[in-house]
């Protein structure tokens, strides 16, 4: 199995406040990326990254930022959640030749 | 730009029995991969099987195997002598060989299987 593990895999939270996920991977991978998924959308790329401090938008990136500053690990932030930024988030890394390897998930709740 | 589709939301087969889910996908290129993922309850998503497209055989993994059709760009998955621990989300998912695409996977929206014993 591929390493990857995200934190915290739970979390229920207020809407304004901030909020931020980690991947961690000790694969040594250069891409790495952060799905939502939603009932009735499957998965939407928010950001992704080709390398350290190198990202970019994915589909639905409005209210995220994410930053990488080492090879392994991959921050999502949320600056100031909402209700409907509520999903369950995942990370995944892409290894050759170009299938994702997911973590396991982290179920975001803002009340 | 690709897109994915999976038409059947849901679909149920008897334990034992075979089953195949469609997906088909839109494309202009002539080099990509196709690959379908499970997702069973517990959330974790796992990758089912891989086509190349410039391969003509269709891949095979055990009881999982595929229908290739890149004229058609049709990419079925067929699942058999299935078992309980098959029921899951099986998603399709499309990615371009070109470089430079940052490796980005094009998605369908998902079918729910259900294995009934």
């Known amino acids: 199995d591929a390493g990857i593990t995200q934190s915290p895999r739970h979390k229920v939270t207020e809407t304004g406040t901030p909020v931020t996920l980690r991947c961690h991977q000790t694969?040594?991978?250069?891409?790495m990326y952060w799905y939502r998924q939603d009932p009735g959308h499957g998965l939407r790329l928010i950001h992704y990254s080709y390398g350290v401090k190198d990202t970019d938008k994915g589909e639905v990136s409005d209210g995220y930022s994410v930053s990488r500053s080492k090879t392994e690990d991959f921050l999502l932030t949320l600056e100031s959640a909402t209700s409907s930024q509520t999903s369950v988030y995942f990370c995944a890394i892409s290894g050759p030749p170009g299938e994702l390897f997911f973590g396991e998930g982290s179920r975001l709740t803002v009340l | 730009a690709q897109t994915v589709t999976q038409s059947q939301p849901e679909m149920s087969v008897q334990e034992a029995e075979t089953v195949t889910l469609s997906c088909t996908y839109d494309?202009?290129?002539?080099?990509?991969?196709l690959f379908w993922y499970k997702q069973p309850p517990s959330r974790q998503m796992i990758l089912v099987i891989r086509?190349?497209?410039?391969k003509q055989q269709n891949a095979t993994e055990n009881r999982f195997s595929v229908n290739f059709q890149k004229a058609a760009k049709s990419f079925s998955l067929k699942i058999s002598d299935s078992q309980l621990g098959d029921a899951a989300m099986y998603f399709c998912?499309?990615?371009?060989?070109?470089?430079?695409?940052?490796?980005?996977?094009?998605w369908g929206l998902g079918t729910s299987l259900a294995v009934n014993p």
């Open positions: 694969e040594n991978h250069r891409y």
């Open positions: 998912a499309y990615r371009s060989a070109r470089a430079g695409n940052n490796r980005k996977l094009i």
């Open positions: 086509q190349e497209a410039y």
């Open positions: 494309t202009s290129e002539s080099d990509y991969y």
